[in-house]
């Protein structure tokens, strides 16, 4: 919801391809949650803290073999404002689910 560039690159290749695409991180760590505030405090040892700012993360490839972005991809400051304004749309109780039925549509 915060980040569509896939809908234009990803989609129609993978309709000419005649692929499938699985959602990956449907969230967006949390942020479409609904529950992450500019006031939010990641825990000591949670991945976010150190990468709170929506920059890519590199993985150990030993551990888990990929690279990914957190939030996203989008600054965590400009995340926010945009699930603070869908929330004008979606009751906040509910924006999980909201999310996830975007990604299904």
Same mark, same amino acid.
């Given at each position: 919801m915060v980040r569509q560039r896939p809908q234009n690159i990803f !989609?129609? $290749?993978?309709k000419k391809r005649n692929?499938?695409?699985?959602?990956?991180?449907p969230l967006a760590s949390g942020?479409?949650? *609904?529950?992450i505030t500019k006031d939010s405090v !990641?825990? $000591?040892?949670?991945?976010?803290l150190q990468y709170?700012?929506?920059?890519a993360v590199n993985?150990?490839?030993?551990?888990? *073999?990929?690279r990914g972005e957190l939030f996203g991809g989008v600054d965590l400051d400009k995340g926010i404002a945009a699930v603070e304004e869908l929330k004008q749309?979606?009751?906040?109780?509910?924006f999980a689910e909201y999310a996830i039925k975007w990604i299904l549509m």
């Open positions: !989609f129609p $290749e993978a692929i499938g695409i699985i959602a990956r991180v942020l479409l949650s *609904g529950k !990641f825990a $000591e040892g949670d991945y976010r709170g700012r929506g920059e993985y150990d490839p030993h551990e888990y *073999g990929m749309y979606i009751p906040s109780k509910q």
